[in-house]
């Protein structure tokens, strides 16, 4: 069993900055591509940035120069730094994670999402 667990969400200005977090538990072996989706209410959900095991990143342009992802694989751990928040950014954030679990069992897993609103 593999549990995601998000934080660091919460209410922001216009301009201002938040950090996600997002640890993964369970029977890991290993985790591939973490990464960071997003839906705002009406809209379907959207990759934001992904993160491979090897730590290279890649971002949605609409993100591009303002977010950050990262992680830490000893802690299991991905992180997603939003700067120059916008109202646009507001959104429920989930985290999803690639993960091999032991056992070989593969798994896609989804965290239980996060509230990001940007507003003054």
């Known amino acids: 069993q593999v549990q995601l667990v998000e934080s660091g969400g919460g209410l922001v200005q216009p301009g201002g900055s938040l950090r996600l977090s997002c640890a993964a538990s369970?029977?890991?072996?290993?985790?591939?591509?973490m990464s960071w989706y997003r839906q705002a209410p009406g809209k379907q959900r959207e990759l934001v940035a992904a993160?491979?095991?090897?730590?290279?990143?890649n971002y949605a342009d609409s993100v591009k120069g303002r977010f950050t992802i990262s992680r830490d694989n000893a802690k299991n751990i991905v992180y997603l730094q939003m700067n120059s928040l916008k109202p646009e950014d507001t959104a429920v954030y989930y985290c999803?994670?690639?993960?091999?679990?032991?056992?070989?069992?593969?798994?896609?897993?989804w965290g239980q999402g996060t509230q990001v609103t940007v507003s003054s």
């Open positions: 369970g029977s890991i072996l290993r985790i591939g591509t």
């Open positions: 993160i491979t095991s090897g730590g290279s990143p």
């Open positions: 999803n994670a690639n993960i091999v679990q032991l056992g070989l069992r593969r798994s896609d897993n």
